[in-house]
T-cell receptor, first 114, second 110 residues
Framework: DGGITQSPKYLFRKEGQNVTLSCEQN?????MYWYRQDPGQGLRLIYY???????QKGDIAEGYSVSREKKESFPLTVTSAQKNPTAFYLC?????????????FGDGTRLSIL | GQQVMQIPQYQHVQEGEDFTTYCNSS?????IQWYKQRPGGHPVFLIQ?????EVKKQKRLTFQFGEAKKNSSLHITATQTTDVGTYFC??????????FGKGTTLSVSS
């Protein structure tokens, strides 16, 4: 069954700690995205990747880093530089980066600060 | 920069009433997409509108794209409790990443 798998579902971070959120897709999609969702704020783009070995900053990239070494994987690291990391993180993918492609979302990871 | 504004932020209706959410862009969009996120869930793609003045229907849901391709609406006729959730519009100019509106959260009481 094709789809996007995000793990873990819940994650707790200590002060000064980096944490990595996993996103894997078996849809053979070229483009992948990371969004942050806060109550009342909609979806804000953190990073996106149009193709393997390529990625670009979105609107709120500060304090985050990504890699795209494999087509199916797009992990997001929340670094200690991100001072307000508590949020719901959503990974998405689309066939290509073209604007007329719908995005498919994973179930999300909820990150909290201890 | 480009913005996609969505109103209202919240809407409560009685079951059977109609519901409409509006989406407005500061710039002309190449297309607009609509997503629904159920409580505790993730956004799910509903539909895409591409042409100026386009109207599409999905059962009780009617989607419109404005003539100037700067605004869009989603209308639900005779809401049901299964319609509960947050509805997002998302648009872009050609070649850029999608920009999501902040969403309209719909609650329905029976």
């Amino acid at each position: 069954d094709g789809g996007i798998t995000q793990s873990p579902k819940y994650l707790f971070r200590k002060e000064g700690q980096n944490v990595t959120l996993s996103c894997e897709q078996n849809l053979n999609h070229d483009a992948m995205y990371w969004y942050r969702q806060d109550p009342g704020q909609g979806l804000r783009l953190i990073y996106y990747s149009q193709i393997v070995n390529d990625f670009q900053k979105g609107d709120i990239a500060e304090g985050y880093s990504v890699s795209r070494e494999k087509k199916e994987s797009f992990p997001l690291t929340v670094t200690s530089a991100q001072k307000n990391p508590t949020a719901f993180y959503l990974c998405a993918s689309s066939i290509t980066f073209s604007s007329n492609q719908p995005q498919h979302f994973g179930d999300g990871t909820r990150l909290s600060i201890l | 920069g480009q913005q996609v504004m969505q109103i209202p932020q919240y809407q409560h209706v009685q079951e059977g009433e109609d519901f409409t959410t509006y989406c407005n862009s500061s710039t002309t969009l190449s297309n607009i997409q609509w997503y629904k996120q159920r409580p505790g869930g993730h956004p799910v793609f509903l539909i895409q509108l591409v042409k100026s003045g386009e109207v599409k229907k999905q059962k009780r849901l009617t989607f419109q794209f404005g003539e100037a391709k700067k605004n869009s609406s989603l209308h639900i006729t005779a809401t049901q409790t299964t319609d509960v959730g947050t509805y997002f519009c998302a648009g872009d100019q050609a070649g850029t990443a999608l920009i999501f509106g902040k969403g309209t959260t719909l609650s329905v009481s029976s």
